[in-house]
């Protein structure tokens, strides 16, 4: 049997050491290395899947916290790591069930071997599916808690500036250099004018954090 491999992962070791360690299914001829080939990539597809699911409850749990932290781009990273791994498990499915089709060219008692990695194969290719889903799922909660905290923004924002815009509207009225204003010559004039902005400020101030805007 020849096989033929991209990268530095070999599982030919793995392939070796199952078949020694279960010397019944080397009848089976070169069905058996076949068997002992699929079933090696399909459990290191399945723990892989494991691995994106964990990365996959890591990134809700940072989406879904109390913290305004932005993971968009760990959310596009993960999301493209689990299309190349769709890409690499679905074609396998169909070729897969041919093997344990009834015109399969290798001793009926083999099939229930490769049923068995044909089910694996089944289950890791639903896992990929919902991953690729939930990361969708995730991604618009998070771009929909980005533009929550933009409006959470824009309200401070808002607030301050009308907070800001008393005292700047009555100062900005007696900084005119006018000679004949109210209470210009009076000696409390300047203290009730402060007064005046401090106690307008402090209760817009009182208002917007009251409504949540602060």
């Given at each position: 049997?020849?096989?033929?491999?991209?990268?530095?992962?070999?599982?030919?070791a793995?392939?070796?050491?199952?078949?020694?360690?279960?010397?019944?299914?080397?009848?089976?001829?070169?069905?058996?290395?076949?068997?002992?080939?699929?079933?090696?990539?399909v459990?290191?597809?399945?723990?892989?899947a494991g691995?994106?699911?964990?990365?996959?409850?890591?990134?809700?749990?940072?989406?879904?916290?109390?913290?305004?932290?932005?993971?968009?781009?760990?959310?596009?990273?993960?999301?493209?790591?689990?299309?190349?791994?769709?890409?690499?498990?679905?074609?396998l499915v169909p070729?897969?069930?041919?093997?344990?089709?009834?015109?399969?060219?290798?001793?009926?008692?083999?099939?229930?071997y490769?049923?068995?990695?044909?089910d694996?194969?089944?289950?890791?290719?639903?896992?990929?599916?919902?991953?690729?889903?939930?990361?969708?799922?995730?991604l618009?909660?998070?771009?929909?808690?980005?533009?929550?905290?933009?409006?959470?923004?824009?309200?401070?924002?808002?607030?301050?500036?009308?907070?800001?815009?008393i005292?700047?509207?009555?100062?900005?009225?007696?900084?005119?250099?006018?000679?004949?204003?109210?209470?210009?010559?009076?000696?409390?004039?300047?203290?009730?004018?402060?007064?005046?902005?401090?106690?307008?400020?402090?209760?817009?101030?009182?208002?917007?954090?009251?409504?949540?805007?602060?």
């Amino acid at each position: 049997m020849l096989t033929v491999r991209h990268g530095p992962v070999d599982p030919t070791a793995d392939v070796a050491r199952r078949l020694a360690a279960d010397p019944t299914t080397v009848a089976f001829g070169p069905a058996s290395v076949l068997h002992a080939v699929l079933d090696v990539v399909v459990d290191a597809y399945s723990d892989a899947a494991g691995k994106v699911r964990q990365d996959l409850t890591e990134l809700e749990r940072c989406v879904f916290s109390s913290a305004r932290d932005d993971v968009t781009e760990q959310i596009y990273s993960l999301k493209r790591e689990v299309l190349e791994f769709r890409d690499a498990v679905q074609p396998l499915v169909p070729v897969v069930q041919g093997f344990i089709a009834p015109s399969a060219p290798w001793p009926q008692e083999a099939v229930p071997y490769f049923r068995d990695v044909a089910d694996h194969l089944h289950r890791t290719d639903t896992e990929v599916r919902s991953l690729d889903e939930l990361l969708n799922s995730v991604l618009n909660a998070h771009l929909a808690r980005v533009g929550t905290w933009q409006n959470e923004d824009m309200r401070r924002i808002s607030a301050w500036a009308a907070i800001l815009a008393i005292p700047t509207m009555v100062a900005g009225v007696y900084g005119m250099n006018f000679e004949h204003m109210p209470e210009l010559n009076w000696s409390y004039g300047y203290p009730v004018a402060v007064g005046m902005m401090a106690t307008a400020a402090g209760c817009l101030y009182r208002a917007f954090r009251r409504n949540g805007w602060l």
